[in-house]
């Protein structure tokens, strides 16, 4: 469980005060690592359930000594980051018992992450049961994706009745990487073709023309796409009926394999975990080679389909744990596309990143830009946004 504090300037810049990391809940080594510009700390929890990790993350922001708030009823908002809002939720919402029932229903669409949202949600609307609580949904930003990209040549009455269509996730990351890129190059986000791939646990690559998202390579679920730790990414579905008809595999085991078994893991046999793949197959790990291989050949598709997809690309960002840490990833993903204007510099895609970074070669057609994945400041802003939508709409009621 991750967690932020930000403070609003009057310029309507969000500065981020401190953060945190609940680990390993419900276990024994389970902890809580908070910081904030002049401390880091740790600090062990026993087996902690989803309210006392929170109620430990808010004794932290509180602490007479490095916390930054002096009492919990400073905050102004709580913004969830919420994976899936299926096709009920188009934007940012204020949390009530009907949004709760309504995101109930959207279990089934991202079985590993909304039941752990929805039980933090709760907790925090006992915990802060007077502070405003905002949804953001990461499938938000990909409403605009076109009919074209979103529909799934099914019979057509899956998307109708059933809501069975692209949907798209790591929306809040990737409305950040967008707007952030732009303001760093000081180029305009509403005249600028991106494709940005967000290469974390999950993985999406997805297409930003314009400011809006045009299309996206996860899609109803979060399994689809490119290759991820335990994910398969795009398969074949007749492979999977195979599969099921040759094992004679129920829906429930066959859903555990492909999301659970598969991708990385699946192919290399030892890890889920990127770094390790490439440290074994620097040591001559074959499989491993082939997931790197395989996980960049699918990268690189993708980026050539998005730019194809938008008549062309002038920024291709770099984001999550794998974009910003991962050199070797990066310059296979982007190897041999000089003819779509992306060419890395090597040298600058050696640089350890600590900020956002250009690592193309100078007068390159398209700029190759490393941004910090910084979901929590996109969740901030929009709860803030909300929030202050509802003080006015408080004040003409008042009036
Ligand atoms: P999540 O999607 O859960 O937020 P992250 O964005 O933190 O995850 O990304 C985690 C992934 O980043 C892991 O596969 C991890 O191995 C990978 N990663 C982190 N540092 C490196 C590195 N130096 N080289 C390769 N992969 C890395």
Redesign the pocket.
């Known amino acids: 469980m991750k967690y932020s504090l930000f403070s609003s300037e009057e310029n309507g810049n969000l500065n981020m005060l401190a953060r945190g990391l609940v680990s390993d809940l419900e276990t024994e080594n389970a902890e809580i690592r908070y910081e904030t510009e002049s401390c880091v700390i740790t600090i062990k929890l026993d087996k902690p359930d989803y309210r006392e990790a929170l109620e430990a993350a808010i004794a932290t922001l509180t602490h007479p000594e490095y916390g930054k708030l002096s009492d919990i009823s400073e905050i102004d908002a709580v913004g969830h980051r919420t994976v899936h809002g299926g096709d009920k939720f188009i934007g940012s919402v204020l949390i009530d018992e009907v949004v709760i029932a309504k995101m109930e229903q959207c279990i089934d669409l991202a079985p590993i992450h909304n039941p752990a949202n929805l039980e933090g949600i709760c907790q925090a609307m006992f915990l802060l049961p007077a502070t405003p609580q905002v949804a953001v949904f990461d499938t938000a930003f990909h409403q605009s994706i076109p009919i074209r990209a979103r529909v799934y040549a099914l019979p057509y009455e899956y998307y109708e009745r059933h809501g069975i269509r692209k949907y798209g996730f790591h929306g809040t990351s990737c409305q950040y990487a967008s707007q952030q890129v732009c303001q760093l190059l000081k180029c305009s986000l509403e005249q600028s073709r991106i494709v940005i791939c967000h ?4 993985v999406s690559v997805t297409a930003v023309d314009c400011g809006r998202s045009v299309d996206t390579s996860l899609g109803y679920t979060s399994v689809g796409g490119v290759m991820m ?1 335990t994910r398969c990414g795009d398969l074949d579905p007749g492979a999977l009926l195979a599969i099921m008809k040759e094992q004679d595999l129920n829906v429930k085991e066959t859903d555990l394999i492909l999301h659970r078994q598969s991708g990385l893991l699946g192919v290399s046999g030892v890890s ?5 793949i ?1 440290k074994l197959a620097e040591e001559g790990h074959q499989r491993c080679q082939l997931a790197i291989e395989m996980f960049t050949y699918q990268l690189k598709k993708y980026i050539g389909a998005y730019a194809a997809v938008m008549s062309g690309i002038d920024i291709l960002v770099f984001t ?3 974009g910003e ?2 050199s070797l ?1 990066r310059s296979m993903a982007a190897a041999n596309l000089g003819f779509l204007g992306i060419v890395i510099d090597p040298e600058r895609n050696q640089e350890k990143m600590s900020r956002d970074t250009v690592i193309s070669v100078d007068g390159a057609a398209a700029t190759v830009v490393v941004i910090k ?1 910084n979901e929590e400041k996109m969740i901030a802003q929009e709860a803030l946004t909300i929030v202050k939508g509802l003080k006015t709409e408080q004040a003409v009621l008042l009036k």
């Open positions: 290469l974390g646990n999950g730790g889920n975990d990127m770094q390790t490439c999550g744990g794998i840490n991962s990833i994945a």
